[in-house]
Nanobody
């Protein structure tokens, strides 16, 4: 059974940092890329970042470039999202998802939620003073 489990969310002040984790199991991790998405109340789920495990390439939405960093620990089957300089507009439920490497390697669809097959349950991130 494919499982993706997010952790690391919480409440943080503007300008602060959080690191989210996505632990994967139940599938061959090397065959998939991992993406991070977020959904704020009343808004559509949007792609934030993704990583292609085959070549380590990373992709980011414009809204988080320079502030968020995605990385992968292959030995632990875990992908991280380091979030710095957080803003109130970053408040959302953050989800990780898995997609075939061909999806993650394509800049036209790799932050499109419909291209991802498997999803975690999400972790809440709240940025507020």
């Amino acid at each position: 059974e494919v499982q993706l489990v997010e952790s690391g969310g919480g409440l943080v002040q503007p300008g602060g940092s959080l690191r989210l984790s996505c632990a994967a199991s139940g599938f061959t991790f090397d065959d998939y890329g991992i993406g991070w998405f977020r959904q704020a109340p009343g808004k559509e789920r949007e792609g934030v970042s993704c990583i292609s495990r085959s070549d380590g390439r990373t992709y980011y939405a414009d809204s988080v470039k320079g502030r968020f960093t995605i990385s992968s620990d292959n030995a632990k089957n875990t992908v991280y999202l380091q979030m710095n300089s957080l803003k109130p507009e970053d408040t959302a439920i953050y989800y990780c998802a898995a997609a075939p490497l061909t999806v993650v390697a394509s800049p036209t669809i790799n932050l499109y939620r419909g291209a991802y097959d498997h999803w975690g349950q999400g972790t809440q991130v709240t940025v507020s003073s």
